[in-house]
């Protein structure tokens, strides 16, 4: 087991490494002068030269990577463009909405997933596992930016009992956030559900297919008993892997649903970024992002293990 | 002489393919989304010509009128006819999505190839390489690169296109491991072929079945990706029409105009689809065993 | 002589499939005895696993229909209700199936498992479980099953997983154990201790013992009778003595017939027989051996259905011609 953890650990400090090399190189790869563009009209040479050494542009590419990642490695990445704030606040600024909205999104979504995926395994072929499968599918095919416009022009514009945009925070009373969360969460939490629920449904309907299964009802089990006891817990374990993925993806921020639903979050800070060419905050950004989503992924495989005395038990 | 033997000892998946079709014409969804994507693909070459007005035919005192027998789609604000737009857009979005996963395979294949046959170090070279592509969530790597090239469609072919290649690398790694150990593979290494000659003639062809399930499955998401960026104004430019765009400049006028945004949207919803139907049905048929990494890899956004 | 634990009167069971109805066991009849082994011998396809699987109610209907009658100590089992059922299966009549590498749950540890359906039907739990189940693994031949019991099934070789199974099998005292099967996914060696412990634990617990294979050799040993099916029938049933030395059925001689028998009075060739089995989608009308028969008569073996008639004491064979047996 710990042999295990530190392979998966070292694993992931190695993709981690990849990472910012790439969102390194493609930062720099951006056409047109960053600094030159974050002075705008206002260009005036000594600035320019000053700004430039300020944040390290001045020196060899691989020198600005170190000193970079040196800096990543402590928290510090660096100053925005735009605005001068330090980037880590920028992000930490957006972690609130950005959480809450993943949380909310993945419990609509395990909510729907599990009871739907797994009674459609087990009565599998009937009319029940059909449109289930049929809704599924139309959850995996729908664009969250139709969706979302969807549910603002039925809940918010036409009956208006939703608000269509904004985040309350949680200190404004539970009603407001609630109120506030209901329609982004909808929005990604269905998609992600869908998703989830043809995982679901097929780990199951695995597991159902195993010789064990029939063991189990040769012991006078009940169908139930079968699923819960023997079925359910093989069945974590590919579900736990596809949870943690979607858990991941929801984290790092639904660029879409944020934009629809005017959502403080970190996919919408990358996109403005992006926009506003403000490099340093666009590179500090994706980077957290995709440390984020490494490192559920290892915590899915420390559950993984948890769940699967194959590996566990070595 | 090595060479007949050889011959022999190479599985014959084209038996296989009536056996396929059959399996595939008995699932009533996937027959349902050939259709429908018989009749795409119809559309997306022939738009201009079946579109009953100008995509960009300015109507002004017409603006915003809801769907009738003269609009059937109802006309936006500049008083475009919006089923016009819907139409020709088809094009658009069928381009990205064929080219960007085009694209992952020509460069994903290779690499699971050569990974998967010649292992050790440059496996894990390779591989690694892929799970860094893999570590970030697919829009933000499209957008980054989008940051990168520029707006546009042909930079959002490409940004989709590298998203979706670790996805091919891993599957056809994946199958290149397991086929590898086949008698056949085995047999034919043993009699002297060649390293090139194994892999185009022995393992290529088996591995075909989950690349083309995941192909299928691909060109769905990667669709669903163009809209997505295209909504956000990092793909199609105005003042061409594409699905994702026409949504998103449909939410200002979303109270007046509704169908501005609901047509575009059921057009991305139905192509989407229309491929997962299509994909889903050869995966049963193809494929049956494999799980679909597509899924894990989440939705375009 | 006492009333059989388990009678068995003309079951049938048949699938509903796409190519149309599968007709897989088509009337097969026995009794079993306390204390007895009774054999059921027969190809892949001959309905002899599927035959036992309806015996324990583990049959999904639909798509399967079974019909006929199953008495055990004398009450009809074919009819229970589902949760009927779950009192008889574990209880009554437990089983062990062929492949010990995929019939334990991978996640559950042989304690969990073993202790499971003594929790269901004896009401021990706990400790007093516990307990059962490290005699039981004792019983079964598991060197230091204090240990074992927290084992997880990956951590045990195919034949201690095999002896885990039988555990499981006995660990509400069945009157009834079927083995489906049970060694043929074992090494040679591991297949003899295995079929040597279910012998002796049938002595000391002196439970009836239902073994299917389709291997003639592995049964010799162990088995009193000796039912040979084919084509979802019986085709010939005798005492395993009498049907080794003088085997009276056409199919039953092809058999023994692709059997090395040291010293037995055979051909020193292996014979196979020709053909396949028959489809259960498309029975034959009279015998279902007749196509692959080398004695039929080409008119009452394919029209007319063989009666199970008597041709010896205790030996029956289903056969129009019966071998060694001068009649019509």
Known sequence: MSGFLVRRILQMLLALLGVS????????????????????????????DALRERVGLDKPLIQQYFSWLGSAITGDLGVSFRNGQPVTTLIMERLPATITLALAALFIALVVALPAGIISAVRSGTGLDYTVSAASQVGISMPD????????????????????SGFAPFGDGIVEWARHLILPALTIGLISGSIITRFVRSAVLEALNQDYVLTARAKGLSEWQVVRRHVLPNAWIPIVTVVGLQLGFLLGGVVVTEVIFAWPGLGRLALTAVKDRDFT?????????????????????????????????? | MSDHLDDRLAAKPVSRTRETLQTLMANKLAVAGLIALTILVFVGIFGE??????????????????????????????????????????????????????????????????AGYYRGGIDSFLMRMMDVLFSFPAILLAIAILAVLGPGVGNAMIAIGLVYTPIFARITRGSVLVVSEEVYVRAARSIGAGNRRIIARHILPNVMAPIIVQTTLSLAFAILSEAALSFLGLGVQPPNPAWGRMLAEGRNFFQQAPWMGIFPGLAILVTVMAFNFVGDGLRDALDPKQKSVIESRGQSV | MTAPVLQVRDLQVRFGTKRGVANVVNGISYDLHAGETLAIVGESGSGKSVSVLALMGLLPQPPAAVAGSVLYHGDELLGLSPKEWRGIRGRGTAMIFQDPMTSLNPVRTV??????????????????ARQRAIELLDLVGIPSPEARIDDYPHQLSGGMRQRVMIAMGLACDPDVLIADEATTALDVTTQAQITELVDELQERVGMAVIWITHDLGVVASIADRVHVMYGGRFMEQAGVDALYATPRHPYTEGLLGSLPMPGADRPERLVTIPGLPPDPVAMPAGCPFAPRCGYSDGDRCVGTVPAMESVGAGHDSACHYPLGVVNG
Do not use: C
């Open chain 3, 111 to 128: 304690g969990y498992q073993l202790t499971e359906p003594m929790a269901l039907h004896l009401g021990l739990k706990g400790d007093d």
């Open chain 1, 145 to 164: 930016f139709w969706a979302g416009v969807m549910y603002i022009l039925l809940f918010s514009l036409t009956l208006g009992w939703l608000p269509s």
């Open chain 1, 281 to 314: 905050v666009l590179q500090g950004a994706v980077l957290y992002i995709a440390f984020m989503f490494l490192a559920i992924n290892l915590i899915v495989d420390i559950i993984y293990a948890r769940l699967d005395p194959r590996v566990r038990v070595s």
């Open chain 2, 49 to 114: 010509t079946i579109a009953p007005y100008g995509i960009n035919e300015i109507d002004i005192p017409n603006r915003l009128t809801g769907p009738s027998g003269t609009h059937w789609f109802g006309t936006d604000d500049l008083g475009r006819d919006v089923f016009s737009r819907v139409i020709v857009a088809a094009r658009v979005s069928l381009q990205v999505g064929f080219i960007a996963v085009g694209f992952a395979l020509v460069v994903g294949v290779p690499i699971g190839l050569v």
């Open chain 1, 21 to 48: 090399i790439v969102v390194f190189a493609l930062m720099h790869l951006v056409p047109g002068d960053p600094v030159r563009v974050a002075l705008g009209t206002r260009f005036d040479q000594d600035l320019y």
